[in-house]
């Protein structure tokens, strides 16, 4: 279930996959399907590949851009051309809840890697 009240640190591990849905990005990120083919015309960091069909299937590097943006609009009150222009802009800072999102990511997939090592 979507839940705009939830915080970037709330979402869901990003599963170790190549390629995802719209329907699964919405679900990992927390934003509805019509909100991501919206932010694909407002960001061009947004390219989702398009297959059959004009489907369109996510990287993971989308979903990370996707977590970021709506931290920036839902989290850091920024309007739309104000997080188009952060993360567009020459010297961008790093921003601590993607710092934060990638090392919560690495200690799943590292913690998975010790689950197949166990066995």
Excluded at 11 to 16: D, F, S, T, V
């Amino acid at each position: 279930m979507l839940d705009a009240s939830k915080t970037t640190a709330d979402l869901p591990a990003i599963p170790g996959k190549r390629y995802f849905t719209i329907g699964e990005v919405s679900e990992l990120c927390g934003v509805k399907p019509h909100v991501l083919r919206y932010w694909e015309q407002e960001f061009p960091q947004l390219k989702p590949v398009k297959r059959r069909g004009n489907r369109r299937y996510y990287q993971r590097h989308d979903v990370m851009m996707i977590r970021q943006i709506r931290s920036l609009l839902y989290e850091e009150g920024y309007t739309i051309g104000g997080a188009r222009q952060h993360l567009s802009g020459d010297g961008v800072k790093e921003d601590g809840n993607q710092s934060q999102q990638i090392v919560r990511q690495l200690r799943v997939e590292l913690e998975e890697v010790l689950q197949i090592l166990r066995r």
